[in-house]
């Protein structure tokens, strides 16, 4: 009889004892039972045969996880705080039984089929210093041609013989990426992402796993699929948000790729016009300025709140006078953000999470962002009984309202997740607007990503304020990283008016056209507090009883104090008290090491503690 330790897939129990009776190599997928449940788990190692009675491995599977993908998933289970079992619950095994096909005659193996990308001096430079380093970013104004230097790269490493993953957030994986991709490299191209239909899922891991797909495209679950024979990681927009899971395993896929690089010992690029502070101190950089159009860009601030001031509305006039188009960003969806009594101030919070509600006109509801509780729109104050209730904070479905109201024969487009709910309605959206249907879209981060939109000499920017005014110590950067990346999208040929509604002016000029400025300017204000010079860490503990979640917080945060090198920043409740129900506070930990902020977590970690390393979100 022979024992094996097995983790079982996507459960947060450590790894269990099995017998069986045949011989079965390490990192193979099986079937086993427990407590009279049949669930799925990988076989960690042989172990000796233990003191208590062992159950049987019900199926081998013929599904191995190499042993690199094992070595991955240690480290995620350790440094981001989850079992083994969820940490592998996130990759895709090798498939043993679609390992031995050979290329079939017509796949593209010799690359110089390809027509071959030139780059300019300047793009080659950039590549060559990437190819020196390891880990290298890829500093890039917007237009400045960062693709077609990832696309050489795969080009080379298709010469090689090697893979590519490139990853890239969600919403950037557009239709315009898609044909760019496989206008250059045809069926060699797998894009991978959440909106893929089962069947096309299956075929795409067909693909990967005969080896016929060279690039393989997609956000960050990408990162795990079983890519053979890799050789290159592209992370674009490594400053992107999307990039950090927000539920177990929390892991930040941009770390992982580097951490993936060192395992594979192979190159990593990261590229963005805006990187992170804390990519920029890292690792090595090449910048690459400029767009192919060097395109006049006025900026024109004005001192206002967040509304359609007059300002803005003249603008829009002339644009749509001269027949030409513009784009509208606000940081929030649908109509108004929040509700609020005029008479006595009463703001109405979602009875689930304490957190305002947004107004949906179109449903005549207030809807809960976070829990997506719905309740009807009051017609009075259920406080003092008046009838004045104003909402504030602008959204873009109420923008969209007011342009229609403002002019008559206007084609406004709402460009968000609550309209753009599929690729498709994607494709149509964007056609429509660079076929000129559209005179003005209006959207949310969305319109930010890398679409590009020819026809625009006005962008319109709102809200900076709220983004800026945000308790989290990457607000100044979140800030003006939207303002560049949604200038960047305007005027890509003719000269274009940003006009940035905000009242810190001095900041947002000072830096929006030289973000290297700005980076240098964030180290000092961060030194000795924040990333890139500390860890963070945060500890959430939640519970429908809010004593229990408060009495296991201060259980913890007593227990911590003993670790000299570790300071508790704050603990409490949470921003946002209560979401789903259920009552949230939080430890908030700083280090110089995240090696001593996991020892004493894990010292002192207690059941109901979900632990964030590295957090982005501290609502």
């Not at 993908?69 to 989850?82: E, K, M, P, V």
């Not at 380093?133 to 917007?142: M, P, Y």
């Not at 077609?148 to 990853?167: N, P």
């Not at 045809?186 to 990967?208: C, F, N, Y």
Request: charged share 25%; glycine share 6%.
């Amino acid at each position: 009889m022979h024992y094996y330790n097995i983790a079982l897939l996507n459960s947060p129990l450590e790894p269990f004892t099995y017998q069986s009776q045949s011989i079965i190599e390490i990192g193979t997928k099986v079937k086993v039972k427990v407590r009279n449940r049949e669930v799925y788990g990988v076989l960690l190692a042989s172990c000796k045969e233990p003191e208590f009675k062992t159950s049987e491995i019900l199926e081998v599977c013929d599904s191995t996880y190499s042993q690199k993908q094992i070595t991955l998933a240690r480290f995620i289970s350790a440094y981001y705080f989850c079992s083994l079992g969820e940490a592998l619950g996130v990759m895709l095994p090798y498939d043993s039984g679609m390992h031995s096909h050979a290329p079939r005659g017509n796949e593209m193996d010799d690359s110089s089929l390809l027509p071959q990308i030139t780059l300019s001096a300047k793009q080659n430079e950039a590549l060559e210093f990437l190819k020196k380093h390891k880990t290298a970013l890829l500093f890039g104004d917007t237009g400045s041609g960062k693709t077609e230097i990832y696309m050489k790269y795969f080009e080379e490493m298709i010469a090689q013989k090697k893979r590519s993953i490139f990853l890239m957030p969600e919403i950037s994986l557009t239709p315009q990426m898609n044909q760019r991709l496989h206008k250059h490299f045809g069926d060699a191209v797998v894009m991978w992402h959440s909106k893929l239909t089962p069947k096309q899922k299956k075929e795409a891991l067909r693909k990967i796993h005969d080896g016929s797909a060279k690039i393989i495209a997609g956000p960050r679950s990408a990162l795990f699929l079983p890519v053979k024979d890799l050789g290159l990681i592209v992370v674009d927009e490594e400053h992107d948000e999307s990039y950090k899971a927000s539920s177990r395993p929390r892991y930040n896929a941009r770390d992982i790729a580097i951490y993936m690089g060192k395992i594979h010992d192979i190159g990593v690029v990261l590229g963005s016009a805006t990187p992170s502070l804390t990519t920029y101190v890292k690792f090595p950089h090449v910048r690459l300025r400029g767009g192919h159009f060097s395109s006049k860009k006025e900026f024109v601030y004005e001192r206002s709140s967040e509304k359609l001031s007059p300002m803005i509305l003249t603008s829009l006039q002339e644009t749509l006078k001269a027949k030409e188009q513009a784009i509208l960003f606000l940081p929030t969806r649908a109509n108004f953000k929040y509700l609020i009594c005029s008479d006595c101030g009463h703001t109405y919070k979602c009875a689930f999470c304490s957190v305002g509600m947004s107004i949906h006109q179109k449903s005549r509801s207030l809807k809960c962002h976070y829990c997506n509780f719905a309740q009807a729109i009051p017609q009075e104050c259920s406080e003092c009984k008046s009838p004045n209730l104003i909402s504030s904070r602008l959204g873009t479905a109420e923008v969209v309202k007011e342009i229609q109201s403002e002019f008559d024969e206007v084609n406004v487009e709402q460009f968000d997740r609550d309209v753009i709910t599929t690729a498709n309605k994607l494709k149509r959206a964007l056609k429509r607007f660079n076929d000129k249907e559209t005179d003005i879209l209006v959207g949310t981060q969305m319109i930010s990503k890398g679409h590009d939109y020819h026809g625009v000499s006005l962008a319109v920017v709102l809200g900076l304020d709220n983004i800026l005014g945000m308790s989290d110590y990457r607000a100044r950067e979140k800030a003006l990283s939207t303002l560049v990346q949604v200038a960047g999208r305007s005027g890509r040929k003719e000269s274009a008016k940003v006009l940035v509604q905000t009242f810190n002016e001095s900041f947002f000029s000072a830096f929006v056209g030289r973000y290297e400025d700005f980076l240098e300017d964030e180290k000092e204000y961060r030194k000795e507090l924040y990333p890139p010079y500390k860890k963070l860490c945060r500890i959430l503990f939640s519970h429908k009883n809010g004593i229990k979640a408060q009495e296991a917080m201060q259980q913890m945060q007593e227990s911590l104090r003993v670790f000299s090198n570790v300071e508790i920043v704050g603990f409490g409740k949470c921003g946002i008290e209560r979401v789903a129900d259920k009552y949230r506070f939080e430890i908030l930990l700083r280090s110089d090491k995240s090696t001593d902020i996991i020892k004493a977590v894990s010292a002192c970690k207690i059941e109901m503690a979900e632990v964030d390393m590295d957090p982005i979100e501290f609502g």
